[in-house]
Each structure stands twice: as C-alpha cells, then as structure tokens.
C-alpha cells in the first residue's frame, strides 16, 4: 500500500519544504487561469443564443437580422470593459489582502461574518460547479468526435475527476506543471486562429458559415433592453474565475502579492483579446449558436477549411482546456474550505495538509461532490449550466462592496499612519477615491448581472443556486456553533479542577478465548492496578464453558466473569455491566482493557472480527470509563526450510533470540 500511495502521490514531503511548493508566474497563469480562459469557448456563443431569440432561429434569419448580429459586438465590448474594471478591483484586493482569500476574506473584514459566509458559500458552490461543468463539457468535445463512446460520457467524467484528484493530491507544483501543457497550447491555437481570421477578414478572403443548422425558437421575442440585458449576462461567464488569483496568492512566490497582481493582468489581457477576438470573427462568418457544432468549430472551419489539421488542433485544444478548467476549482476550493474551517465553520479535517503539502480533504471534498453532480446530471452540460455563475457574480459583487469599504477607512487615515487591521495592516491611500470609484461601479455592475442571471435562469435551474447558498449559510453556522459550544465546555475557567481525593479504579479484561494475546492483557492490568478481574460476553455457551476451563487451567488467577448474552449482543451487555458497577460506586473510575489483533497486511487484517472498534465506539459516550486497546501484532515468519508462516510477537521475539544450532 506505501509503495501505490507513493506511486500515485510522490513522495511525502516536509513541513519545511512548503516555501519551495510556491509556483511562479507562469505556472500560475496555468493553475488559477484556465477556469477563466476556457469561458472563450463558450462566452460568445451564448450571447448569440440569446439574440437567436430576437431571430426565431436559422441561418437564414441570421442573415437577414444583420443588426441583431451585430449587436454581439458592442456587447462583448462592454462584457470587456466590465472585465476591466473587476480586474483592477481584484488587483487592488491582492495589495490590500497579501495573505490571499478572496472574496471572503475582504467580506468578512468589511462586511461582517453572514456576508462572508455568503461569499465563502458562493464560491464554493461555484467552485464544485465548475469541475462539473468543465469536465462534462469536454467529455462532450471528446463524444462529439468519437460518437461510440456517448453512452459512457458518465463513466468517462468520472474518471476524469479521479485522475484530476490524483494529480492535485501530488501538489500545487507538480499539478500546474502537468497541466500547463493543454492550458499554453490552447492559447496558441486561439492566438493563431484569431490572426489568420483577423488576417484573411482584412484581405477578404475568409469563408462564410455554411451548412450548420442554427437553433430554432418557436416565439420570436422583440429586441427589448431586457433581451439585450440577458445576452449582456449570458456573456459575462467569460468573468468566471477571475477571483481565483486573488484567492491562492499564498501559492505564489516572494514577492507573493506583486507576482499574483502580475498574473491577473496577464490572464484578463489574454483572455479579453481571446473573446472580443472570437466574437468579432464569429460576426464576419455569420456563425450561428447551434445544437450541431459550436461557434469555435464553425470559426475553425471557416478559417481553415474542411478537414484541416489546424481545425482539429483548434478543437483538441479547445476539448483540453475545458477539461482542465476544473483545475482552477482544485487550486482554490481547498483552500477557500481550510479559510472557513480555520474560522470554525466547516470541519476542522479541511485545514490539515496531505503528505504532498496540499490540502487534501478540500481535494477529496470537491472530487466527491463534483461526481455526484454529474452522476445527477447525466454529465450533461445543458443541465448544469443554468445553476452557473449566479455564485461567482454574488461573490464578486460581496468582494467589490468590501473594497468600498476598505478603502473609505483608508480614505479616513492620515498620510503616514498606519492601522493593523484583521487581516493585513492599512495605511493611507492618497488615490482611495478612484479606487473606491472603481469597486463601487463594479459591485454595482456585477450585482446587476448577478439578478439577471438569477431572474432568466431562475425556472431552468438557477433556483437550486438560490436554495442551496442560504441552506449552506445556516449549516456554516450550525458548524461554527458546535465549535464554540465544545470550546466552551473544554474552557479551563469551568472545567473541574483536579480530584484531590483518590477515587477507585476497577480494571476490566475483555476476554473472547484464552491465548497469548490474554496474557499480553492480563500482565497489562496486574502492571496497572491491584483490583481487576476479566469479563467474557457470554454468546455462545459452549464456548463459555471452554473459555472458563482454559483460564483456570492456563492463567490460574484472577476472576473470570461471564455476562450472558442470549441475544448475541456484545456491546450492549458490557454497558449494562459497566453501568451497574457504577452504580455500586459512582465516584469510581472503570478502567476497560481489550485485545486487538494486528496483521502484517490489509487484507488479512479485514478477515478478523475487529471489535476493539465496535467496543471502543459503544463505551465512549460512558463518563469515567477509559478503554485501553492492547495490540498483538502477528508477523510472516520464515522457518528454517524457508516456508513462511504466521507467528506471534512473543513466539517471534524467542525465536529470533534463541541461540543457532
């Protein structure tokens, strides 16, 4: 089992290697950005399946409708613009919070502790939404090209999933190295595909979009604000996982802050000329949303032509990076999770590292939920897309309204002075007020597209969004309640003091059959108290009767106490006999010891009854009883005719110290 866990995982590495588990720039940009940079295989394609509604649906339509057509572009230009100015609210949250978080660290420092749950909520939601999202939508690039494997596209998520757990369990490092491959090399294809598009539009030589049969919409709607609002929010998934550099700086190298701000510009540069790219070109071939082939292929082959290498690498890339924008969601949900869980709302386990320095059970966490997702949803992209970017957008909306915040206490500090505040320390800004301007129009922007996004995708399934996030907000806080409950009854203030008097302790022996492993027990108690005795649960009788002759015969001392169980119950009947000897003397102590077997391997450790467990949970709600396990390891042993068998560790113990022959 080392020997799997180390080939899965690597080697365990140590506390102090963390600092050299830091990544830089470049990697970054593959870790935190592929969530963000895949939206441009989508984003324009659903602004153009909202204005199909203003068309009726067919090619032919969209010819006709060259101004409905044309109104994607003014759109993607103020989609743009909106990218701007959350970038910069966002490159101002990765100065003003170093230590990383996001969205729900600036929340809870401005906002108070129910908008940051909201946010961490939020993004976790989204994060989970994400995995599934990409991965079905990439499996159905993969189906799309090898239609025999359709039946399986749950079954190939899955495993998707799986091998993406693996590999973030390896580490933040190793993952982004493997997974910057598909992240570059679908930059590239975009880049050469918008260049030879934008290069043969100039020279008039670039194809129109034939042949594709477009979505068709029984109504037709009137090209109305609200219509035009809806496409404005159905394009703003190109904004999903910007927040994902601002929440993993601690991920980068020193200078942490500086190299995260640098990334961010680096991807929302990217990734603005990627989309007004692929909008502008999907309006000079008149691509059109359909159910047949996406925008990106229509594009491919218009520029490149049928049955053209370049196309098929342009889709493979486009396949890859949908696949690995679930990557983004590995990088920073673990993260998010072990924020919360340091604060006391969700299980402490998210905070602890792996073996690798990543936290795993934020891994295992996501990976679990993202596959019960898909299993619900068919790994169908149709059915999850609507429950998408509803989060993120409430989430950046919390975080922009924080900054405001933040920088109007900045605003209210003197030149020079300096004030710690909960999570970074803050000092006078003299530009707070463009600052504040910006996160201001911002919030107020997200905060528009949020509501659109809720109120147009409510019916199709944005109700589960708005359902779940406040049920998760009251489960945080049902967490962080039992926190605060339990350090409150271990607080030292209330808890009793040390006994000044010297209470009984009567030490029980859990008996099953008489061996060596009894003997290992009994020299346990007699090294431990003067006043004990052993107990047999009494299931079967005639093993009773053996058992009884067998200590008398072997152990010789002592009392052996039978508790008839005609039932078969083990735990029960201990209880009720523990219960009634605390009842002859509540201030005593009882003291349990049992056996447990131990073998070499997990196998023949699962053949064995294993009750130390069943006992261990069935004693531990009884006050004033402490249990004490004693193992017997049984080991493979060789002879001298080289054959090996199993031996005890006293056995194992003389034989190795007995003289040669």
């Known amino acids: ?54 068309t009726g649906g067919g090619a032919a339509a969209w010819v006709a409708s ?36 996001g969205a729900y660290i600036v929340a809870r420092d401005n906002l108070g502790e129910t908008p940051a749950q909201i946010a961490g909520a939020a993004l976790l939601t989204d994060y989970i939404l994400t995995v599934a999202v990409s991965i079905s939508s990439g499996v159905a690039q993969i189906t799309s090209a090898f239609t025999f494997l359709l039946p399986y596209r749950v079954e190939i998520a899955v495993v998707v999933i799986l091998f993406m757990m693996v590999v973030n369990l390896r580490g933040v490092k190793e993952s982004g190295r493997v997974f910057a491959v598909p992240t570059y090399f679908f930059i590239g294809m975009m880049f050469i595909t918008i260049i030879v598009g934008l290069i043969k539009v100039a020279t008039g030589t670039i194809d129109q979009v034939t042949g594709v049969e477009a979505i068709h919409h029984d109504v037709v709607e009137p090209l109305t604000l609200f219509l035009v609002l809806r496409a404005f929010s159905s394009g703003c998934t190109a904004l999903t996982g910007i927040e994902a550099i601002s929440n993993g700086i601690q991920a980068f190298k020193e200078p942490r802050s500086k190299n995260a701000a640098i990334t961010l510009v680096w991807m929302s540069s990217i990734l603005i000329l990627m989309f007004l790219g692929v909008t502008f070109i999907a309006n000079q071939v008149h691509a059109v949303p359909s159910e ?16 053209s290498i370049f196309h098929l690498l342009l889709l493979a890339g486009t396949a890859l990076i949908l696949l690995m924008a679930a990557n983004t969601s590995y990088a920073d949900f673990p993260r998010l999770a072990a924020l919360q869980a340091g604060d006391g709302f969700l299980p402490r386990q998210l905070t602890f590292r792996g073996g690798r320095l990543v936290f795993s059970w934020g891994i295992v966490a996501l990976s679990f939920f993202a596959i019960i997702l898909v299993i619900i949803a068919d790994a169908r992209t149709t059915a999850l897309i609507p429950l998408y970017a509803v989060g993120v957008f409430l989430s950046f909306t919390l975080s922009q309204a924080g900054m405001v915040i933040h920088l109007r206490r900045v605003g209210k500090l003197k030149p020079g002075e300096v004030v710690q505040g909960l999570e970074a320390p803050m000092h006078y800004d003299p530009r707070w007020r463009l600052k504040m301007t910006i996160s201001a129009i911002g919030a107020i922007c997200t905060g528009i597209v949020m509501l659109v996004f809720a109120i147009t995708k409510f019916a199709t399934g944005a109700w589960f969004v708005v359902i779940i996030i406040p049920t998760l907000v009251l489960i945080f806080f049902r967490i962080h309640r039992h926190y605060k409950d339990v350090a409150k009854a271990l607080s030292w203030e209330i808890s009793a003091k ?3 008097m010297k209470r009984n302790v009567q030490t029980l022996i859990l008996v099953d059959d008489v061996h060596a492993e009894t003997v290992r027990m009994v020299n346990v108690a007699k090294a431990l108290s003067e006043d004990w005795h052993a107990v047999h649960i009494g299931v079967k009788p005639e093993k009773t009767a053996l058992v009884q002759e067998k200590w008398q015969k072997r152990i ?5 106490h039978v508790i008839d169980s005609p039932y078969r119950l083990l735990a029960e009947p201990l209880r009720e006999y523990i219960l009634s000897l605390q009842a002859r003397d509540p201030e005593c102590y009882i003291h349990v010891i049992m056996g447990h077997l131990v073998m070499d391997t997990y196998w023949e450790q699962a053949l064995h009854q294993n009750t130390a467990v069943i006992f261990n949970l069935a004693l531990a709600g009884l006050e004033r009883v402490v249990v004490t396990t004693v193992p017997y390891q049984i080991h493979h042993h060789t ?21 040669a022959q």
Do not use: C, W
Not at 26 to 40: E, K, R
Not at 75 to 81: G, V, Y
């Open 1 to 54: 089992m080392q020997s799997i866990r180390r080939l899965l995982f690597g080697k365990p590495l140590q506390t102090a290697d963390l600092p050299h588990q830091a990544i830089s720039k470049p990697v970054g940009l593959a870790v935190f950005a592929s969530d963000a940079l895949s939206s441009t295989a989508y984003a324009t394609e659903e602004i153009l399946l909202i204005l199909a509604l203003a």
């Open 66 to 101: 060259g101004n409905i057509l044309g109104i994607s572009i003014p759109i993607a230009i103020a989609i743009a613009i909106l990218l701007t100015i959350v970038t910069i609210s966002y490159r101002q949250t990765i100065f003003a919070y170093p230590n990383g978080g």
């Open 292 to 307: 047949v082939e996406t925008v990106i292929s229509q594009m491919g082959h218009a520029i490149y032509g049928e049955n």
């Open 498 to 500: 040390p006994d000044t």
């Open 556 to 560: 010789g001392e002592g009392r052996l």
């Open 639 to 659: 002879d001298e005719g080289g054959h090996d068998m199993l031996v005890g560790e006293e056995e194992e113990r003389a034989a190795t110290s007995r003289p």
